[in-house]
């Protein structure tokens, strides 16, 4: 059943780049709002492993990480993750450099050796997130909640986190803090 919802998905996402010109819509257009139903649909009824596929799959096709080019800002993903069910999601040893996945839900996710380099994690739940060994240098941490997160290991310099929200997570000797905390 989470190889066929998983397809479905994939098979949505794949006919509107293909067909519906996905990549040239902005937030609120019909086109985007389809397909953030489709993915939020599939979300809610995906196990934690298969929620890593689809999240892996979107990042891959350039949906939901930013457009960086050289000596220009980097521009906003083309899908919106904002209210996104995450919770569970297992994707350890991935690549997720730049993605965008403010304001969701990631709670007891398992990041581990993840790079979440300039991700933004802006007002995400990381409650009881596994996040050891991963890279989240400069990532924006912003109001994230990190209460129980295991940041063993995992490399914050440079990432926007305060003080007070260190203190809710589990570092070690290992963890590379930023340089203001």
């Known amino acids: 059943m ?7 998905l994939f098979d949505a996402i794949t006919d509107l780049v293909c067909h519906h010109n996905l990549y040239t819509t ?12 489709h993915l ?5 009824q ?9 999240i892996q799959f979107l990042y891959e096709a ?5 457009h960086v080019v050289a ?3 980097p521009t906003p993903p083309v899908l919106a993750l904002n209210g996104a069910d995450l919770r569970g999601l297992a994707l350890p040893n991935a690549n997720l450099a730049w993605a965008h996945l403010a304001v969701s839900d990631l709670s007891r996710a398992d990041l581990r050796n993840t790079c979440l380099i300039r991700a933004n994690l802006y007002a995400v739940d990381l409650i009881d997130a ?13 109001m994230a909640d990190l209460r ?8 914050l310099r440079s990432a926007f986190i305060s003080p007070s929200q260190l203190a809710t997570v589990k570092v070690t000797e290992a963890t590379r803090l930023p340089d203001s905390v």
């Open 46 to 54: 995906l196990d934690g492993q298969h929620k890593g596929l689809a």
């Open 40 to 44: 939020f649909t599939a979300l809610r």
């Open 148 to 155: 129980g997160a295991n940041c063993d290991g995992a490399d």
């Open 26 to 37: 902005t937030k609120g257009d019909a086109i985007n709002a389809l397909a953030r139903a």
């Open 62 to 66: 350039n949906l939901i990480g930013a």
């Open 130 to 142: 596994d996040l050891s060994h991963a890279n989240l240098c400069g990532a924006n941490l912003f």
């Open 2 to 8: 989470q190889q066929v919802i998983l397809h479905k």
């Open 71 to 73: 000596d220009q800002p």
